[in-house]
């Protein structure tokens, strides 16, 4: 399979290690010898529940014995969709509950810049330096990683960058400003919090000027943080969330909740504003609700802190700077990025799975399931230390 894999399989980069899948349960994931790795990536957050948990393979099969797609989104009613619009809904603050359903968490950023400029008939966009939302062309233009976003251009314009969690740049925010969108806490710039003061005075002056505040709680979302949502925790009411990876347990979902005001715009002038064919898929949102059900029936946003607690106990070594991170979305940072992959490598080797972050290289991240188990945690940090400790004594 290997083979093909290369040969047939579209790559991302040089690097790929092209690790043959057998199969996977829980934070388990077996590959075509029978070799067992304990998962400290969950799918880069796209797993709350580990893999293919009970409940949302059982949501999943019901679903799928009802119906696959019935018609292109939006025109139907169908239940999973509706029920998962409306647990959406009720896990956020008024006037927050209306959700448009799309296929990824790209897809959903753009939804999102689309409404803003729907909505303020403005054009500006402020996003911020080192952030992550995507790759498709509107999101790719709110990155401000020139490299990356050269061979690109022409993207799209009016794009202005500002510093994360700097007081003193909110005020380059105008009455210009269609929207400001932010992530909840940074992914790829290295999982940096975001401050409450500041996330408070973005939204206010957001208010004050008229923009839309976007927050992409894509990886942050469905209790990742501990909360079911990070902003929670920040006392603020975005115009706009994004949400996706974890919300569907394992399958291919994005999500835009704003308020019912601004989503009518996208039915009116232009009708269909936004359209899609797959969005609101009837076997994912099954997937989606029994995974929302899960998190929350389990209080699984509570073992999600305990489980921080005990990462943080255990990642002892004078050669990790920093844990950076809240809840189960964590990264180490090394004192420089020197092994960062060599020891992504051999841990995987060791039978233990972690992963980098796209622009922070001396960062190693680790978010597991929810529902990883302490000692699978203890073994995969064992080997952790230990080939950290093998590169750097
Ligand atoms: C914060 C954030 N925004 C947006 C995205 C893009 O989501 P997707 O890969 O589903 O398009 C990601 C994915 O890593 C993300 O972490």
Redesign the pocket.
Known sequence: MKEDFFKYQAPTTPFASGLEISHASGSKIYDKHGKEYIDMVAG??ALPLGHSHHAVVKAIQQQAEKYLHVMVYGEFAQEPAVRLCKMLSNSMPDPLEMTYLVN????A?EASLKLARRITGRSQIVAMHNA?????MG?LSLMDYEERKAPFRPLIPNIKHINYNCLAHINQITTSTAAVIV?AIQ??AGFIKGDKRWFQQLAARCKEVGAMLIL?E???GVGRTGTFWYFEQMDIVPDMV?S??GLAGGL?I?ALTASTQHMEHFKVAPMLGHITTFGGNPVIAAAACATVQEIISRDLMNAVMDKELRFRESLQSKHIKEIRGTGLMLAIILHDDRFTSQIVDECRERGAIFFLLLFEKRAIRITPAYTVGDEDSTKAINILLEVIHKFYD
């Open positions: 880069v957050s990824s968490g790209t897809e950023i992550y939302h995507g790759n498709t999101s992530e992914g790829g992409d894509i990886q942050t994004v996706g990876k291919p994005g």
